[in-house]
């Protein structure tokens, strides 16, 4: 008799994590600064409680200009984000121009609702183009799309609105939002169990391309965690004492 036998469990009581659906239980960011847009991202891809992946790229092409960052279902993001760029590159060779990024953001969010009962995705895409500059939309899993300076999402997002609002101004330059957006999701990374790795940014501005930048576990930003440590004390006339 095996020991989950004796304990009164059966084969099939046993729930096995790694047959979960692989999940970008997440941190992604997108903001706007003075002459683009910054996204980032962790790479901690989860199945339930089993990490699946620990360097996934979450920053995901839809054309040169234009990047989403995916949070949900790995594979419904994959999936959505593989057809968006099909229709992008027709537009493009269509206008005979990089396409605008409203425009990708509502094929996102077209293809999110229509089928928002089956898929779990949820997605912010961000760019540039000549028209309207740097822009970034967040797309939520029920198919609604709003146009913000600033976006956070995934399941580290909960640990990041208040440091976003006292720490995001308009007209930030590219090394301050860049700065913000590595220490925030550091921070979500400190708290969040599903988010983790190392960070992946990119700048997009008016060259068309994006700029990619990785800064791996061990070199992310520090902050106070509130763990005691003893620490030794001096005593004259006796043995160092610890308090």
Not at 15 to 24: A, G, L, Q, R, Y
Not at 43 to 49: E, L, N, V
């Amino acid at each position: 008799m095996s020991l989950l036998s004796h304990c009164g469990f059966q084969d099939g009581d046993i729930h096995d994590i790694t047959k979960d659906e692989v999940t970008t239980g997440t941190t992604i960011i997108a903001a706007i600064y003075d002459g683009g847009v910054i996204i980032g991202a962790d790479s901690r891809t989860t199945t339930g409680a089993y990490i699946a992946n620990r360097v996934t790229d979450k920053l995901t092409k839809v054309c040169d200009n234009i990047y989403c960052c995916r949070s949900g279902s790995a594979a419904d993001t994959q999936a959505i984000t593989d057809i968006v760029a099909y229709y992008m590159d027709l537009t493009s060779i269509q206008m005979d121009e990089p396409p605008l990024v409203r425009a990708a953001a509502n094929v996102f969010k077209n293809l999110i609702y229509e089928n928002r009962h089956q898929l779990t995705a949820g997605v912010i895409v961000a760019g540039w183009d000549s028209r309207f500059g740097g822009q970034v939309y967040s797309i939520n899993v029920s198919g609604t799309i709003v146009q913000q300076n600033i976006s956070i999402g995934g399941s580290g997002s909960s640990y990041l609105y208040g440091f976003m609002d006292s720490q995001y101004k308009d007209g930030m330059t590219q090394q301050e939002c860049e700065n913000l957006v590595l220490n925030a999701i550091s921070l979500a990374i400190k708290r969040d169990g599903s988010s983790g790795g190392v960070v992946r940014m990119g700048v997009i501005n008016h060259t068309g391309q994006i700029q990619r930048k990785l800064t791996l576990g061990d070199q992310l930003p520090k902050f106070y965690d509130n763990i005691y440590e003893e620490k030794p004390v001096e005593v004259f006339g006796g043995d160092a004492t610890m308090v």
